[in-house]
């Protein structure tokens, strides 16, 4: 099969948790996060903490099983081969973890005060996630024509996108919004549990990503 920018994968895994392309930025953006959740805590917006740190557990499981299907295919279906102060996997950057950290909690802060509401006959929650989703796809298009960002396989585009990564993103974050505490702390000790077994596993003693 051919593939769009096959170079990608072997430049991404030269950078790949490496500490030469750091830059000092990234303490600022760790400050920036750090103040964000701290802010919610203040306040006690437990709600909003449970959809932005359940979006997060979703893209960690996301990007690991990204990095399983560079180790047993030879390619990711997307990668990250230049432009980041450090590359945690190989298709994120420490700068769009960081973002996606908060993402969830941004979001959850436009949510109709209803879970129930509906709009067009459509549950408001389900509607926004669809839409969240959406933006990010679309956003996604103009990354690709970045070095910075690489799909690397001719199928793999906006739609796919779309369908396996940012829906089950929005669809986690929002509807978590509203779940029980007790839910709410399964769901994200759950997803963090799975992906720090599957880290300290495939990364640390397999080295498989």
């Known amino acids: 099969m051919e593939l769009n920018n096959p170079e990608a994968t072997a430049q ?8 030469q392309p750091f830059q000092w930025y990234v303490i600022t953006l760790l400050a920036l996060v750090a103040y964000v959740y701290f802010n919610e805590i203040s306040k006690k917006n437990w709600k909003g903490i449970a959809a932005g740190l359940s979006l997060y557990m979703v893209h960690w499981f996301v990007e ?57 006959g459509v549950n408001n929650r389900l509607v926004f996630a669809i839409g969240n989703a959406a933006f990010f796809s679309i956003f996604e298009i103009f990354l690709v ?15 796919t996108v779309f369908i396996t990564v940012y829906i089950p993103f929005f669809v986690v974050s929002l509807y978590c919004y509203d779940w029980k505490p007790r839910t709410q702390r399964a769901v994200i000790g759950g997803l963090f549990a799975i992906n720090a077994a599957a880290i300290i596993l495939f990364a640390g003693f397999l080295g498989w990503i």
């Open 145 to 159: 024509k970045t070095p910075a960002f690489v799909w690397v396989y001719p199928w793999w585009g906006a739609l």
């Open 12 to 19: 991404a895994l030269s950078l790949l948790r490496s500490g």
């Open 64 to 120: 690991i099983v990204n990095s399983l299907v560079q180790h047993f295919s030879g390619h990711a279906l997307w990668t990250v081969p230049t432009g980041t102060a450090f590359l945690l996997l190989i298709g994120v950057g420490v700068e769009l973890s960081l973002m996606f950290s908060i993402a969830g909690l941004v979001f959850s802060k436009i949510l109709p005060a209803d879970p129930s509401m509906k709009i067009m």
